[in-house]
Protein backbone atom coordinates (compact mmCIF):
# COMPACT_ATOMS: atom_id res chain seq x y z
CA UNK A 1 0.00 0.00 0.00
CA UNK A 2 1.01 3.60 -0.65
CA UNK A 3 2.09 5.48 2.30
CA UNK A 4 -0.52 8.28 2.97
CA UNK A 5 -0.27 12.51 2.52
CA UNK A 6 -3.07 14.45 4.34
CA UNK A 7 -3.52 17.30 2.49
CA UNK A 8 -5.52 20.32 4.47
CA UNK A 9 -7.12 23.12 2.73
CA UNK A 10 -7.50 21.27 -0.03
CA UNK A 11 -10.71 23.33 -1.07
CA UNK A 12 -7.93 26.41 -1.68
CA UNK A 13 -5.64 27.36 -3.83
CA UNK A 14 -2.44 25.47 -3.11
CA UNK A 15 -4.05 22.92 -1.72
CA UNK A 16 -6.37 22.43 -4.59
CA UNK A 17 -3.51 22.20 -6.77
CA UNK A 18 -1.99 19.98 -4.56
CA UNK A 19 -4.55 17.09 -4.85
CA UNK A 20 -4.80 17.87 -8.73
CA UNK A 21 -1.25 17.61 -9.14
CA UNK A 22 -0.64 14.22 -7.12
CA UNK A 23 -0.97 11.76 -10.14
CA UNK A 24 1.76 13.92 -12.04
CA UNK A 25 4.54 14.79 -9.40
CA UNK A 26 3.69 12.57 -6.12
CA UNK A 27 2.69 8.99 -7.85
CA UNK A 28 4.16 7.23 -4.59
CA UNK A 29 1.84 8.88 -2.24
CA UNK A 30 -2.27 7.94 -1.58
CA UNK A 31 -3.70 11.63 -1.33
CA UNK A 32 -5.93 12.76 1.23
CA UNK A 33 -7.38 15.67 0.55
CA UNK A 34 -9.10 17.33 3.25
CA UNK A 35 -11.13 20.74 3.40
CA UNK A 36 -13.13 22.52 5.65
CA UNK A 37 -16.70 20.83 5.09
CA UNK A 38 -14.83 17.77 5.82
CA UNK A 39 -13.37 18.49 9.29
CA UNK A 40 -13.08 21.43 11.32
CA UNK A 41 -9.46 21.65 12.63
CA UNK A 42 -10.08 23.94 15.37
CA UNK A 43 -12.19 21.12 17.00
CA UNK A 44 -9.07 19.14 18.73
CA UNK A 45 -11.01 16.09 18.69
CA UNK A 46 -12.42 16.17 14.94
CA UNK A 47 -8.56 16.78 14.20
CA UNK A 48 -7.72 13.28 16.21
CA UNK A 49 -10.46 11.43 14.37
CA UNK A 50 -9.02 12.40 11.19
CA UNK A 51 -5.66 11.29 12.11
CA UNK A 52 -7.15 7.87 13.62
CA UNK A 53 -8.96 7.73 10.05
CA UNK A 54 -5.89 8.16 7.34
CA UNK A 55 -2.89 7.39 9.94
CA UNK A 56 -0.73 9.68 7.34
CA UNK A 57 2.68 9.02 7.04
CA UNK A 58 3.15 13.01 5.98
CA UNK A 59 1.20 16.61 6.48
CA UNK A 60 1.26 19.76 4.14
CA UNK A 61 -0.99 21.76 5.78
CA UNK A 62 -2.42 24.49 3.98
CA UNK A 63 -5.16 25.36 5.59
CA UNK A 64 -5.49 29.10 6.63
CA UNK A 65 -7.69 32.21 7.24
CA UNK A 66 -5.59 33.69 4.35
CA UNK A 67 -7.86 36.98 3.60
CA UNK A 68 -6.03 39.77 5.19
CA UNK A 69 -9.36 41.63 5.67
CA UNK A 70 -10.96 39.01 7.70
CA UNK A 71 -8.22 38.38 10.46
CA UNK A 72 -8.45 42.12 11.61
CA UNK A 73 -12.14 42.04 11.66
CA UNK A 74 -12.07 38.40 13.90
CA UNK A 75 -7.94 38.26 15.21
CA UNK A 76 -9.49 35.49 17.50
CA UNK A 77 -11.01 33.46 14.77
CA UNK A 78 -7.48 33.66 12.87
CA UNK A 79 -5.55 32.80 16.06
CA UNK A 80 -8.14 29.50 15.81
CA UNK A 81 -7.20 28.87 12.55
CA UNK A 82 -3.77 30.08 11.74
CA UNK A 83 -2.50 29.07 15.49
CA UNK A 84 -5.06 26.98 17.40
CA UNK A 85 -5.46 24.32 14.37
CA UNK A 86 -1.41 24.35 13.11
CA UNK A 87 -0.80 23.57 17.09
CA UNK A 88 -2.91 20.45 17.00
CA UNK A 89 -1.51 19.38 14.00
CA UNK A 90 1.53 19.13 14.45
CA UNK A 91 0.65 17.42 17.92
CA UNK A 92 -0.66 14.82 15.99
CA UNK A 93 2.51 14.80 13.36
CA UNK A 94 5.05 14.83 16.09
CA UNK A 95 6.51 11.38 14.42
CA UNK A 96 6.09 12.43 10.70
CA UNK A 97 7.12 15.12 8.48
CA UNK A 98 5.15 18.01 8.90
CA UNK A 99 4.90 20.61 6.11
CA UNK A 100 3.62 24.04 7.02
CA UNK A 101 2.77 27.01 4.54
CA UNK A 102 3.58 30.18 5.89
CA UNK A 103 3.42 33.44 3.91
CA UNK A 104 6.27 36.29 2.97
CA UNK A 105 3.95 38.54 5.04
CA UNK A 106 5.93 37.86 8.31
CA UNK A 107 8.14 40.41 7.33
CA UNK A 108 7.85 44.51 7.17
CA UNK A 109 8.73 44.75 3.70
CA UNK A 110 11.67 47.42 4.54
CA UNK A 111 14.46 46.04 3.17
CA UNK A 112 13.67 43.20 0.51
CA UNK A 113 15.33 40.18 -1.06
CA UNK A 114 14.45 38.44 2.55
CA UNK A 115 16.55 35.43 3.60
CA UNK A 116 15.20 32.67 6.30
CA UNK A 117 16.93 33.90 8.98
CA UNK A 118 15.89 37.45 9.27
CA UNK A 119 13.89 39.02 11.98
CA UNK A 120 10.23 38.54 10.97
CA UNK A 121 8.08 41.67 12.13
CA UNK A 122 4.64 41.12 11.00
CA UNK A 123 2.48 44.44 10.23
CA UNK A 124 -1.13 43.05 10.48
CA UNK A 125 -3.19 40.46 12.22
CA UNK A 126 -3.06 37.66 9.52
CA UNK A 127 1.04 37.88 9.36
CA UNK A 128 1.13 37.71 13.23
CA UNK A 129 -0.81 34.82 13.09
CA UNK A 130 1.18 32.83 10.83
CA UNK A 131 4.57 33.77 12.45
CA UNK A 132 2.67 32.27 15.67
CA UNK A 133 2.24 29.57 13.97
CA UNK A 134 5.83 29.07 12.41
CA UNK A 135 7.13 29.51 16.18
CA UNK A 136 4.17 26.08 16.95
CA UNK A 137 5.92 24.15 14.08
CA UNK A 138 9.28 24.46 14.75
CA UNK A 139 9.19 23.65 17.64
CA UNK A 140 9.71 20.13 16.62
CA UNK A 141 12.77 20.17 15.09
CA UNK A 142 11.83 17.46 12.35
CA UNK A 143 9.09 20.14 11.26
CA UNK A 144 9.35 22.33 8.10
CA UNK A 145 8.23 25.68 7.34
CA UNK A 146 7.88 27.13 3.79
CA UNK A 147 6.99 30.74 3.45
CA UNK A 148 5.64 30.74 -0.23
CA UNK A 149 4.99 34.17 -2.41
CA UNK A 150 1.83 35.79 -4.12
CA UNK A 151 0.67 32.97 -5.56
CA UNK A 152 -1.58 33.23 -9.31
CA UNK A 153 -3.78 30.53 -10.20
CA UNK A 154 -7.29 29.36 -10.31
CA UNK A 155 -8.92 27.91 -6.68
CA UNK A 156 -11.74 25.37 -7.10
CA UNK A 157 -14.15 28.18 -5.76
CA UNK A 158 -12.44 30.82 -8.07
CA UNK A 159 -12.26 33.50 -5.08
CA UNK A 160 -8.70 32.34 -3.82
CA UNK A 161 -5.81 33.91 -5.88
CA UNK A 162 -5.05 37.26 -6.55
CA UNK A 163 -5.45 37.29 -10.04
CA UNK A 164 -9.46 35.51 -9.57
CA UNK A 165 -9.69 38.95 -6.95
CA UNK A 166 -8.49 41.04 -10.06
CA UNK A 167 -10.75 39.43 -12.73
CA UNK A 168 -14.16 39.54 -10.22
CA UNK A 169 -13.18 43.70 -8.97
CA UNK A 170 -12.78 44.34 -12.94
CA UNK A 171 -15.74 42.39 -13.96
CA UNK A 172 -17.80 44.64 -11.43
CA UNK A 173 -16.41 47.92 -12.99
CA UNK A 174 -13.79 48.55 -10.16
CA UNK A 175 -10.50 50.54 -10.96
CA UNK A 176 -7.73 48.82 -9.31
CA UNK A 177 -4.93 50.94 -8.71
CA UNK A 178 -1.38 49.45 -8.41
CA UNK A 179 1.42 50.40 -6.65
CA UNK A 180 4.90 50.73 -8.79
CA UNK A 181 6.85 50.65 -5.74
CA UNK A 182 5.56 47.87 -3.52
CA UNK A 183 7.26 44.79 -4.42
CA UNK A 184 7.04 40.93 -4.76
CA UNK A 185 8.37 37.41 -6.62
CA UNK A 186 4.86 36.40 -7.66
CA UNK A 187 4.53 32.42 -8.12
CA UNK A 188 2.60 30.82 -10.86
CA UNK A 189 0.81 27.95 -8.48
CA UNK A 190 1.69 25.01 -10.93
CA UNK A 191 5.45 25.71 -10.46
CA UNK A 192 4.81 26.24 -6.58
CA UNK A 193 3.13 22.69 -6.21
CA UNK A 194 5.60 20.78 -8.05
CA UNK A 195 8.23 22.64 -5.84
CA UNK A 196 6.46 21.80 -2.75
CA UNK A 197 6.08 17.96 -3.98
CA UNK A 198 9.65 17.67 -4.83
CA UNK A 199 10.14 18.67 -1.35
CA UNK A 200 7.86 16.57 0.60
CA UNK A 201 10.35 13.74 -1.10
CA UNK A 202 12.75 14.69 0.41
CA UNK A 203 11.64 17.19 3.58
CA UNK A 204 14.07 18.92 5.29
CA UNK A 205 12.93 20.79 8.56
CA UNK A 206 14.10 24.35 9.39
CA UNK A 207 12.46 27.22 7.17
CA UNK A 208 12.40 27.61 3.47
CA UNK A 209 11.62 30.45 1.55
CA UNK A 210 9.16 29.82 -2.25
CA UNK A 211 8.75 32.14 -4.67
CA UNK A 212 9.40 33.10 -8.28
CA UNK A 213 12.79 34.33 -9.28
CA UNK A 214 11.84 37.47 -10.43
CA UNK A 215 11.19 40.76 -8.28
CA UNK A 216 8.15 42.95 -9.68
CA UNK A 217 6.39 45.65 -8.75
CA UNK A 218 2.53 45.24 -8.39
CA UNK A 219 2.34 47.28 -11.51
CA UNK A 220 4.27 45.35 -13.30
CA UNK A 221 2.61 42.40 -12.51
CA UNK A 222 -0.41 43.70 -13.21
CA UNK A 223 0.61 44.43 -16.61
CA UNK A 224 1.79 40.58 -16.67
CA UNK A 225 -1.66 39.27 -16.03
CA UNK A 226 -3.01 42.00 -18.38
CA UNK A 227 -1.28 40.87 -21.10
CA UNK A 228 -2.82 37.31 -20.42
CA UNK A 229 -6.42 38.56 -19.56
CA UNK A 230 -6.55 41.87 -21.77
CA UNK A 231 -9.85 42.25 -20.17
CA UNK A 232 -8.18 44.11 -17.20
CA UNK A 233 -6.02 46.73 -18.82
CA UNK A 234 -8.56 49.42 -18.76
CA UNK A 235 -9.39 48.88 -15.62
CA UNK A 236 -5.57 48.96 -14.12
CA UNK A 237 -3.58 51.98 -13.12
CA UNK A 238 -0.10 52.55 -11.65
CA UNK A 239 0.02 54.82 -8.02
CA UNK A 240 2.50 54.72 -5.73
CA UNK A 241 2.73 53.90 -1.60
CA UNK A 242 3.16 57.56 -1.04
CA UNK A 243 -0.24 58.33 -1.60
CA UNK A 244 -1.54 55.14 0.05
CA UNK A 245 -4.69 55.79 2.95
CA UNK A 246 -5.16 52.56 5.11
CA UNK A 247 -3.41 49.51 7.08
CA UNK A 248 0.29 49.19 6.84
CA UNK A 249 1.37 47.52 3.74
CA UNK A 250 5.08 46.05 4.06
CA UNK A 251 6.62 47.60 0.35
CA UNK A 252 9.15 44.94 -0.39
CA UNK A 253 7.92 41.41 -0.04
CA UNK A 254 10.60 40.33 -2.30
CA UNK A 255 12.41 36.85 -1.20
CA UNK A 256 15.68 34.99 -1.79
CA UNK A 257 14.83 31.27 -2.24
CA UNK A 258 18.17 29.93 -2.96
CA UNK A 259 18.08 27.27 0.02
CA UNK A 260 14.92 25.93 -1.75
CA UNK A 261 16.43 26.27 -5.21
CA UNK A 262 19.34 23.85 -3.98
CA UNK A 263 16.72 20.65 -3.50
CA UNK A 264 14.78 21.09 -6.95
CA UNK A 265 15.14 19.29 -10.12
CA UNK A 266 14.25 22.52 -12.25
CA UNK A 267 14.68 26.19 -11.66
CA UNK A 268 12.08 28.43 -9.97
CA UNK A 269 10.60 30.64 -12.80
CA UNK A 270 10.32 33.88 -12.98
CA UNK A 271 6.72 35.08 -13.60
CA UNK A 272 6.67 36.89 -16.68
CA UNK A 273 8.89 34.17 -17.94
CA UNK A 274 6.06 31.78 -17.21
CA UNK A 275 3.53 33.78 -19.52
CA UNK A 276 5.82 33.74 -21.95
CA UNK A 277 6.09 30.09 -21.91
CA UNK A 278 3.65 29.66 -24.85
CA UNK A 279 0.60 28.60 -22.23
CA UNK A 280 -2.25 27.33 -24.82
CA UNK A 281 -5.06 29.57 -24.48
CA UNK A 282 -7.79 27.25 -23.97
CA UNK A 283 -5.37 25.77 -20.82
CA UNK A 284 -5.42 26.98 -17.31
CA UNK A 285 -2.08 30.06 -17.62
CA UNK A 286 -1.14 29.01 -14.02
CA UNK A 287 -1.12 24.91 -14.06
CA UNK A 288 2.88 23.72 -14.45
CA UNK A 289 1.63 20.86 -17.36
CA UNK A 290 0.01 23.89 -19.52
CA UNK A 291 3.79 25.33 -19.67
CA UNK A 292 6.14 24.32 -21.81
CA UNK A 293 8.97 22.22 -20.24
CA UNK A 294 10.86 24.63 -17.98
Known amino acids: MKPTVLITGAAGL????????????????????????????????QVKAVWRR??????????????????????????????????????MARDVPFVFLSTDQVFDGSKGHYVEADEVRPLNVYAQTKAEAERVVLENP???????ALTAGTSPTHDRSFVEDMLRATAKGTKLTLFMDEFRCPMPAGALVRALWEFAAQPRAGCYHLGGDERLSRWEIGEAVAGRYPELRPWIQPGSLADYHGPPRPPDLSMCSDKMQALLS?????????????????????????????
Open 14 to 45: IGGYLVRSAARWAPQWEVCGLSRAEADLTDRD
Open 54 to 91: YSPSLVIHCAALSRTGACEQDPARARRINVEATRSLAD
Open 142 to 148: AHSVVRI
Open 266 to 294: FRLPGFRQWLASGIPNDSDPWDYASARAQ
